[in-house]
């Protein structure tokens, strides 16, 4: 699955900024099949309602700051609070918050560095929520990330532009989960993949997603 909001920079959802006012992008993905759909809110303001497995959000501005993010199961905050975690927004930075786990709700905060590859070279990494341990190798089998665990984001490394092949192992077991076939990569754009787990059938599931740093622009 791929993020393709950002393939045309005007579908992308950067609004205006508050005038005056440190803010912060957030964007929620949801790693977690525990419950069919969730609910987020940040303080008492709902940030996103009814997120099913394996959706975002599109990036969202909140002041910068201190914010109790919860997650509950959706249509159900008073009887059934999943997690609740105090959050901390720096100004001008750009953040993924994910749900995850395959049998306890857990929230992860990501933070998307603000990096600008060089052409013809784009910047990926690997950011884990499933309950394996991977290495992700390419096409010619050169490891790209190794052994990265539960709730753990590699650093980014450079990639060329171009159609390629990566496989995911599960280093446990030494054996491929997953192949993502053919995926193009653009010169200049930061991307993750976030490997979830299906909590039902324990099915692996790569996505990649474009970060928001690649197309939000401090006005």
Same mark, same amino acid.
């Given at each position: 699955? $791929?993020?393709?909001?950002?393939?045309?920079?005007?579908?992308?959802?950067?609004?205006?900024?508050?005038?005056?006012?440190?803010?912060? *992008?957030?964007?929620?993905?949801?790693?977690?099949?525990?419950?069919?759909? $969730?609910? !987020?809110?940040?303080? %008492?303001?709902?940030?996103?309602?009814?997120?099913?497995?394996?959706?975002?959000?599109?990036?969202?501005?909140?002041? #910068?700051?201190?914010?109790?993010? %919860? =997650?509950?199961?959706?249509?159900?905050?008073? @009887?059934?609070?999943? !997690?609740? @975690? +105090?959050?901390? *927004? +720096?100004?001008? +930075?750009?953040?993924? !918050?994910?749900?995850?786990?395959?049998?306890?709700?857990?929230? !992860?905060? =990501?933070?998307?560095?603000?990096?600008?590859?060089?052409?013809?070279?784009?910047?990926?990494?690997?950011?884990?929520?499933?309950?394996?341990?991977?290495? +992700?190798?390419?096409?010619?089998?050169?490891?790209?990330?190794?052994?990265?665990?539960?709730?753990?984001?590699?650093?980014?490394?450079?990639?060329?532009?171009?159609?390629?092949?990566?496989?995911?192992?599960? #280093?446990? =077991? %030494?054996?491929? @989960? *997953?192949?993502?076939?053919?995926?193009?990569?653009?010169?200049?754009?930061?991307?993750?993949?976030?490997?979830?787990?299906?909590?039902?059938?324990?099915?692996?599931?790569?996505?990649?997603?474009?970060?928001?740093?690649?197309?939000?622009?401090?006005?």
């Amino acid at each position: 699955m $791929f993020d393709f909001l950002c393939y045309n920079k005007l579908d992308s959802y950067a609004p205006s900024q508050p005038k005056d006012v440190p803010i912060s *992008f957030i964007r929620i993905l949801n790693g977690s099949e525990i419950f069919k759909r $969730f609910d !987020v809110y940040a303080g %008492d303001r709902i940030v996103t309602r009814g997120i099913s497995f394996k959706k975002f959000t599109p990036y969202f501005i909140l002041p #910068s700051g201190k914010y109790k993010i %919860d =997650i509950c199961q959706s249509g159900k905050k008073a @009887s059934n609070l999943q !997690v609740s @975690s +105090m959050l901390n *927004f +720096m100004p001008d +930075m750009i953040y993924t !918050v994910a749900i995850a786990g395959t049998s306890l709700v857990e929230m !992860v905060n =990501i933070n998307d560095p603000i990096l600008k590859p060089e052409p013809p070279y784009a910047n990926i990494r690997l950011v884990n929520l499933s309950s394996s341990i991977f290495n +992700m190798t390419d096409s010619k089998n050169n490891t790209l990330f190794h052994e990265i665990g539960y709730k753990e984001a590699s650093d980014y490394i450079s990639i060329s532009e171009g159609k390629h092949i990566l496989k995911g192992i599960d #280093s446990k =077991i %030494d054996k491929v @989960s *997953f192949v993502m076939n053919q995926i193009e990569i653009k010169p200049q754009w930061n991307y993750t993949i976030y490997v979830l787990e299906s909590s039902i059938k324990q099915i692996i599931h790569p996505l990649l997603l474009i970060d928001g740093t690649t197309y939000i622009k401090k006005v």
